[in-house]
């Protein structure tokens, strides 16, 4: 700045010191606040730009925060709130708000979505020799909310490769429910090779990867939703009876009572489980040929825990006809895996006859669907850390009637799309 001083006064005294000084001064003298006007404009053209793009930021922001409230369940004053308090935290300063439900303009007027309007002024700096008026700025953004629809398959690790896995000849259809990984992997969700699926929507906190088409109710993979929460989490584990009931290997046909196995099962023939609880304290292994069924009366079903970290392993030769209960507190769940287990794997297979009616829980386990069935009236939920499925089966979500309750929550997603 010194430097321009010295030049701009070496320049001035040789004009007044010419013929023309006077009237060439008197013409610079008018001409420089335009020049460094015009100058001071680029500078603070760039200055608005800047300012516009971290309004716009702050705009989306805090749609993004008012629809995750109203997804929470939130009232008006609570979304307004936490839009607000965004955009408070994004340094809006005294810049104005408008929150709106739904959006007073645009093709999501009639869809659920927040709507946030920002305004605030700018002072001038170099163009303050034009005007004092300041420059106002605006950024509008729109956060859509998306509901997801129950979801029959869950995969609940937050992080796995091909989590929802469907692969081979599988040929899987789900009736009125989705497909739904919490993993954030580009592949959370992925369909290879031949297989052939049908829902309502695949949902998934990452990303899906389809070698082939799949068919849908909705019109594409919802990506980047929400985690659906464990809906069992708060299930409590089965306490352990006295004293322990073992399997007589040696017989073709039996009745086995409900109670603690601390030596695992190993199942062959014809074997009847009496209603109630099963600790299983070992692997569970059903071997080919045998032929597994609920005890008559059969009064209220069977729930199947297996503790730490013991597997299930169903032949595809074994037929499986088995129900969980239809109430009190394992309502609905047929098998539950301990979730103080470690990383396991649990295969389920069987022959067309077999039936699984009930919830399928393995949080800390893989679980392989590999037969060829489903449950009575096709009513079977799989929730895992991971899940394979590779048989053919038709899956339906109206289960209540079968104590399974109205399906497993998908989180809805929500995106800025305005």
């Known amino acids: 700045m010194t430097s321009f001083g010295r030049i701009f006064r070496y320049f001035f005294s040789r004009l007044l010191r010419s013929g023309e000084g006077g009237n060439v001064a008197t013409i610079f003298a008018l001409a420089l606040p335009v020049v460094v006007g015009g100058a001071g404009l680029g500078v603070e053209t760039s200055y608005w730009y800047y300012s516009s793009l971290k309004l716009q930021a702050t705009a989306d922001a805090a749609a993004y925060a008012g629809a995750l409230e109203k997804v929470a369940g939130s009232n008006t004053a609570a979304i307004t709130a936490a839009a607000t308090q965004s955009a408070t935290d994004n340094g809006l300063g005294a810049g104005t708000i408008v929150v709106n439900m739904p959006p007073t303009s645009g093709p999501n007027t009639a869809k659920k979505a927040v709507e946030v309007i920002l305004n605030q002024n700018l002072d001038r700096m170099f163009t303050s020799i034009f005007t004092d008026s300041k420059v106002p700025e605006q950024a509008r953004a729109v956060a859509l909310i998306t509901d997801a629809s129950k979801a029959c398959v869950l995969a609940l690790n937050p992080s796995a490769s091909q989590a929802a896995l469907f692969s081979g000849s599988t040929n899987v259809k789900f009736n009125g429910c989705s497909v739904m990984s919490d993993s954030i992997a580009p592949d959370a969700i992925k369909v290879q090779g031949s297989a052939g699926l049908q ?68 199942l062959n023939g014809n074997v009847a489980l009496s209603s109630g609880t099963y600790v299983v304290q070992g692997n569970l292994k059903i071997n080919a040929g045998a032929v597994i069924t609920c005890a008559a009366p059969c009064t209220d079903g069977v729930t199947i825990f297996m503790a730490g970290s013991s597997t299930v392993s169903i032949n595809g ?22 979730r103080t287990g470690t990383t396991a794997q649990s295969t389920f297979n069987g022959t067309a006859d077999s039936l699984l009616t009930g919830a399928i829980y393995f949080p800390r386990q893989q679980v392989n669907y590999l037969g060829n069935f489903s449950g009575k009236n096709g009513c079977t939920q799989v929730v895992a850390d991971t899940i394979q499925w590779s048989g053919n089966s038709t899956i339906n979500q109206d289960c209540k009637d079968l104590g399974m309750g109205d399906g497993i929550p998908a989180a809805p997603s929500v995106a800025i799309v305005e």
Request: glycine share 10%; charged share 5%; aromatic share 6%.
């Open 199 to 266: 829902a309502d929507c695949l949902i998934t906190v990452g990303g899906v990867s389809l070698n082939n088409p799949v068919t849908t109710v909705c019109k594409s993979p919802i990506t980047q939703a929400l985690p659906a929460s464990d809906p069992f989490s708060s299930l409590p584990a089965p306490a352990v009876t006295n004293p322990c009931k073992n399997i007589n290997g040696g017989k073709t046909t039996q009745t086995i009572q409900a109670g603690t196995y601390c030596s695992g099962m190993n």
């Open 317 to 338: 030769n074994a037929t499986v006809t088995l129900s969980a209960p239809t109430s009190g507190t394992y309502s609905g769940v047929l098998f539950y895996g301990d």
